[in-house]
């Protein structure tokens, strides 16, 4: 079945910069698109970023296109969100996620069960 | 982008009881509406796609209705395994957004 295991997560200094990871398994990888999604600790759910299922074309939340970049390696079946200039508004729990669908993007049927990421002096 | 309201922001309600949760889009989405079930601690659990479609293996007493802007989300008979809070989610347009999330206790 499908598997998503996300990891990277800890805590960081305000300034400084991280790779999430996502690895899929259980499924044709190449065939979907893929998501990150974030809970700050407490609050409700925040769309961050999309990838095409060949990593033709990548899209993102308002609030994560200036210091997030998402990409993705077929050949390892991994998805990645890179994150520079940590903010403690960062802070949150970052799952990774697979669309069913090619279009329109957005179904999200498969969820990892996320990574702490803790942005803090 | 489209705004995604969602009400009540809590509910209670006892064992056997019948659950409405609403969630209301600030424009037309036709019916690209998912809800999704979280309990503490866990990810998100996707439920119901495209406003009434009920994913495989979801319990019947979750159903979901509604097009345009305005969606339910109904459990018929409220068990104690339903404890969770429920979000909607459009799919519509990019960015995807959510509604506030709605948490349902038992009395």
């Known amino acids: 079945q499908v598997q998503l295991v996300e990891s990277g997560g800890g805590v960081f200094q305000p300034g400084g910069s991280l790779r999430l990871s996502c690895a899929a398994s259980?499924?044709?990888?190449?065939?979907?698109?893929m998501h990150w999604v974030r809970q700050a600790p407490g609050k409700g759910l925040e769309w961050v970023a999309f990838?095409?299922?060949?990593?033709?074309?990548?899209y993102y939340a308002d609030s994560a296109k200036a210091r997030f970049s998402i990409s993705r390696d077929n050949s390892k079946n991994t998805v990645s969100l890179q994150i520079y200039g940590l903010r403690p508004e960062d802070t949150a729990v970052y799952y990774c996620a697979k669309d069913r669908l090619a279009a329109p993007p957005g179904l999200l049927d498969s969820w990892g069960p996320g990574t702490l990421l803790t942005v803090s002096s | 982008e489209i705004q995604m309201t969602q009400s009540p922001s809590s509910v209670s309600a006892s064992v056997g009881d019948r659950v409405t949760i609403t969630c209301q889009a600030s424009?037309?989405?036709?019916?690209?509406l998912i809800w999704y079930q979280q309990k503490p601690g866990k990810a998100p659990k996707f439920l119901i796609y495209?406003?009434?479609n009920l994913e495989t293996g979801v319990p019947s007493r979750f159903s979901g209705s509604g097009s345009g802007t305005d969606f339910t989300l109904t459990i018929s008979s409220l068990q104690p395994e339903d404890i969770a809070t429920y979000y909607c989610?459009?799919?519509?347009?990019?960015?995807?957004?959510f509604g506030g999330g709605t948490k349902v206790e038992i009395k």
């Open positions: 989610q459009q799919y519509d347009n990019l960015p995807l957004t």
């Open positions: 424009q037309d989405i036709t019916n690209y």
């Open positions: 259980g499924f044709i990888f190449s065939n979907y698109g």
């Open positions: 495209d406003a009434s």
């Open positions: 990838i095409r299922y060949d990593g033709s074309n990548s």
